[in-house]
């Protein structure tokens, strides 16, 4: 085998990716996720050091 060709991983998937605070900059921390039976949606809701709360959803 040759040396040219490694198992190298160049890419990454991240399927919920968590958007840094607007306010401060820094990784806000998942405090509850809730089901939306009508749609099948999931919320995830946030909450930064800093007291900035957000809430995403998957686009599924």
């Known amino acids: 085998m040759s ?3 490694k198992n190298e991983v ?3 998937y991240n399927p919920n990716p968590v958007r840094l605070c607007d306010s401060c900059g820094e990784k806000p921390a998942l405090v509850r996720t809730m089901l939306d039976s009508l749609s099948g949606r999931t919320v995830r809701m946030f909450k930064c050091k800093c007291g900035q709360q ?3 959803d998957n686009k599924e």
Do not use: I, N
Request: no cysteine; proline share 0%.
């Open 54 to 56: 957000t809430w995403a």
């Open 3 to 5: 040396a040219e060709f």
């Open 10 to 12: 160049f890419s990454s």
